[in-house]
Each structure stands twice: as C-alpha cells, then as structure tokens.
C-alpha cells in the first residue's frame, strides 16, 4: 500500500503562482511514476503532468510552459509549481503513484483561481 498526502492548494488570483507538493510513504518500489492529476467541477478527470522516478517528465499541453514537475526521491516527494495561473486552471487537483499495475491517488486539494 502507498499513501498520498497532498499540500499547497488554495486561493490564488489570476497570474499568481502555487506549489503543490504530495508526499508518499508506505511500499514505495521503483521505477515509479508520480503525478498529477485535476478535475474541475461537471469535467473529467484530466493529467496535468507527470515525472518517472528516472526524471522523465510528461506535461499536458495547457500547462507546458507555466507549470514544473519536479520530485525529490529521497523524500517520495513529487511537487508542482504554477506559474501563471488562469481561471480555467481552478480544480481539485490529485496526485497520483503509479507502480507496474498498481495506481494510488491522494485526497485532492482545491486550486482556485480568481480575483
């Protein structure tokens, strides 16, 4: 089993920025895949990025120049930073452990964005 604790979500004006981070204990096994993952309210859960253990990252096109994956191994620590934040941005945003067959998510945190 891996738990996911996710932080840094909130309220944040358009332009502004947010780092989100979740962090994973329990039977972490690599290679690994972590990430993150947003649904807005009436949409469909949708990838916003992801980062093997080995470094490899992959964006959603929407994000690609505004926000980073970055993760931490030693820590089981994968993070996301938001530059340029925008209105449609606003969700709940989940992480997410991927391990051979295996998929976890964490609980969510609320990303506003709004004047």
């Known amino acids: 089993q891996v738990q996911l604790v996710e932080s840094g979500g909130g309220l944040v004006q358009p332009g502004g920025s947010l780092r989100l981070s979740c962090a994973a204990s329990g039977s972490i096994s690599r290679p690994n895949v972590m990430g993150w993952y947003r649904q807005a309210p009436g949409e469909q859960r949708e990838l916003v990025a992801t980062i093997t253990s080995g470094g490899t990252t992959n964006y959603e096109n929407s994000v690609k120049d505004r926000f980073t994956i970055s993760r931490d191994n030693a820590k089981n620590t994968v993070y996301l930073q938001m530059n340029s934040l925008k209105p449609e941005d606003t969700a709940v945003y989940y992480c997410?452990?991927?391990?051979?067959?295996?998929?976890?998510w964490g609980q969510g945190t609320q990303v506003t964005v709004s004047s």
């Open positions: 997410n452990f991927r391990y051979l067959l295996l998929t976890y």
